[in-house]
């Protein structure tokens, strides 16, 4: 089946130190995102790349960078965890970021950070 | 600003039906998006309205009026199943076709 896979499902990493998540899709899509969800709130978008092009959200702290080598991988890196990174990140592909085309989510990766 | 209103939560019972309504405030509008999400799991796509007015899927409809900025969805014959986090989401030109997302309506369904 057509998917989006994100590894590790969960990760634990030590403040300070750095960490990077894989995301990757075997639906051919465009588009790849990334999202920051923390409990009972709204995903927050920090950067998607529709093909090779690469868009950062203007709030998207710098200690979270983003590497897409090809169509099917993606990887959040942070370079710094804090305690507030604490957090659920989704990754989510689409044909086409207009039209009737949906996002598709993968299981996401609960990180903790201690 | 760019702003989307969704109740916390709400509570219904199995079987019965249940109406969750989402108000935005957002230029440029491009289509609203539905989606589910059960606690600790990643959101699934329920529903897509870009017109105005009502789309049935199953259980399921969504309806859109743009000229007042609201959608609802509406959830028949409930399940146990169906309690989850139901968001709301509203894709427009102004942030480059991304989504705006709402933070979720809580759908607690009780025997």
């Known amino acids: 089946d057509a998917m989006v896979i994100q590894n590790p499902r969960y990760q634990v990493t030590q403040f300070g130190k750095p960490v990077t998540l894989s995301c990757s899709q075997t639906l051919n899509h465009n588009v790849m995102y990334w999202y920051q969800q923390k409990s009972s709130q709204a995903p927050k978008l920090l950067f998607h790349?529709?093909?090779?092009?690469?868009?950062n959200e203007a709030d998207t702290p710098d200690n979270f960078q983003s590497r897409r080598p090809n169509t099917s991988f993606c990887f959040l890196d942070i370079r710094s965890p804090g305690l507030g990174d604490a957090a659920m990140y989704l990754c989510?592909?689409?044909?086409?970021?207009?039209?009737?085309?949906?996002?598709?989510f993968g299981p996401g990766t609960r990180l903790t950070v201690l | 600003g760019q702003n989307i209103d969704q109740p916390t939560e709400m509570t219904a019972t199995e079987g019965a039906i249940v109406q969750i309504n989402c108000t935005y405030q957002?230029?440029?509008?491009?289509?609203l998006f539905w989606y589910q999400q059960h606690a600790g799991e990643a959101p699934t796509f329920l529903s897509y309205n870009v017109l105005d007015g009502l789309e049935e899927k199953g259980r399921f409809s969504s309806f859109l009026s743009r000229s007042k900025g609201y959608s609802y969805l509406l959830l028949k014959e409930l399940q146990m199943k169906d309690s989850a986090s139901y968001l709301c989401?509203?894709?427009?030109?102004?942030?480059?076709?991304?989504?705006?997302w709402g933070a979720g309506t809580k759908l607690i369904i009780k025997p």
């Open positions: 790349y529709y093909d090779k092009d690469f868009n």
């Open positions: 989510a592909t689409s044909r086409d970021p207009a039209g009737a085309n949906e996002q598709f």
């Open positions: 957002t230029s440029g509008f491009n289509g």
């Open positions: 989401a509203v894709r427009t030109m102004d942030s480059n076709y991304q989504l705006i």
